[in-house]
Nanobody
Framework: QVQLVESGGGLVQAGGSLRLSCAASGRTFRWLVMGWFRQAPGEEREFVAAMRWNEDNTYYTDSVKGRFTIFRDNAKNTMYLQMNSLKPEDTAVYYC??????????????????WGQGSQVTVSS
């Protein structure tokens, strides 16, 4: 069974930085796409960033472009989300996600079949 284990959430002041990690464990998979989503209280889960496992192209929602960076370490089977210049509106539970085959657009949560447990990110003003 494959597991995605997240770490790195926390409380930070506006303008600060956090780095989220998502480590894949279990049977070896050749990931097609890995991504990050977030969900604020009372809101729908929304796409944040994604990348294909064998490419360097990255994709972001407009509200985080220039502030967040998604990257991976293939040797560690780990994906990261570096979040800089954080704003109070970035407060949410962040989830990493992965899929091993094409299931739909990478910006849609139903395109992913593996999910992390979620990490709370709170940005105070």
């Amino acid at each position: 069974q494959v597991q995605l284990v997240e770490s790195g959430g926390g409380l930070v002041q506006a303008g600060g930085s956090l780095r989220l990690s998502c480590a894949a464990s279990g049977r070896t998979f050749r990931w097609l796409v890995m991504g990050w989503f977030r969900q604020a209280p009372g809101e729908e889960r929304e796409f944040v960033a994604a990348m294909r496992w064998n490419e360097d192209n990255t994709y972001y929602t407009d509200s985080v472009k220039g502030r967040f960076t998604i990257f991976r370490d293939n040797a560690k089977n780990t994906m990261y989300l570096q979040m800089n210049s954080l704003k109070p509106e970035d407060t949410a539970v962040y989830y990493c996600a992965a899929t091993d085959r094409f299931r739909g657009p990478m910006v849609v949560s139903t395109s992913y079949n593996f999910w992390g447990q979620g990490s709370q990110v709170t940005v105070s003003s």
